[in-house]
């Protein structure tokens, strides 16, 4: 129980376009969804906090209009990188928390997104 | 503000030792804690977490955990690591609005 999934787990794209991943809570209903981003041999660094029908709350220094967030149900978050470029490139995972246990994140596979 | 550590960047056991991976947190009230695994390329998986009570928690894939309140730390413990157990481990503290504040984490090798 408690699975969270993200698609796709892996993406090339060619700078100046936009990517667009998803995240899934596949057995429960996610009233909150994380989105962190993690660099090679590093810890995870949240980027922003999102519920259900609302705005997302950024991070300090994660610019919201780079990396859209849509929280558009109970089971699915979306986080788009619009024009992104090289920078961008990294490993993009989610997770999810709601009615299955408080205060306990599940996590989605990852996303490694490549910016050619 | 809260903060986690995880003083041991690398540990590296033989396969059939026993392990121990460090965390202590600062954190001004009483904390939700986790440890999570992680493989390579994958996401994170939970295997275990003290929201209250019993301070030596029992988690997935035999490891247990032992929150002590004194030293602030929250150690993960196995007492024979397999080669599967191989990965990168993070402790959190869970803070406001379910969010987690993660430690640098620790690569964990095993050698056969």
């Known amino acids: 129980g408690a699975v969270v999934s993200q698609h796709p787990s892996w993406v090339i794209c060619k700078s100046g376009t936009s990517v667009k991943i998803e995240c899934r809570s596949l057995d429960f209903q996610a009233t909150t969804m994380f989105w962190y981003r993690q660099f090679p041999k590093q810890s995870l660094m949240l980027m922003a906090t999102?519920?259900?029908?609302?705005?997302?709350?950024?991070e300090q220094g994660v610019e919201k209009d780079k990396f859209l967030i849509n929280h558009a149900s109970l089971t699915l978050s979306t986080l788009t990188v619009t024009s992104a470029h090289p920078e961008d490139s990294s490993f993009y995972i989610c997770?999810?928390?709601?009615?299955?246990?408080?205060?306990?994140?599940?996590f989605g596979p990852g996303t490694r997104l490549t910016v050619t | 503000a809260q903060s986690v550590t995880q003083p041991d960047i690398h540990i590296t056991v033989s396969e059939g030792a026993s392990l121990e991976l460090r965390c202590n947190y600062s954190y001004g009230a009483t904390p939700y804690l986790f440890w999570y695994v992680q493989s390579p390329g994958q996401g994170l998986q939970l295997l275990l977490k003290?929201?209250?009570?019993?301070?030596l928690v029992q988690g997935i894939k035999g490891f247990e955990a032992e929150f002590k309140r004194s030293q602030s730390s929250f150690n993960l413990r196995k007492p024979s690591v397999h080669w599967s157990d191989a990965a990168e481990y993070f402790c959190a503290v869970g803070v406001r609005g379910n969010m987690l504040t993660f430690g640098g984490g620790t690569r964990l090798m095993v050698k056969p």
């Open positions: 003290y929201f209250s009570g019993d301070t």
């Open positions: 997770s999810a928390s709601g009615d299955r246990d408080d205060y306990v994140q599940y």
């Open positions: 999102s519920n259900e029908g609302s705005k997302a709350t950024y």
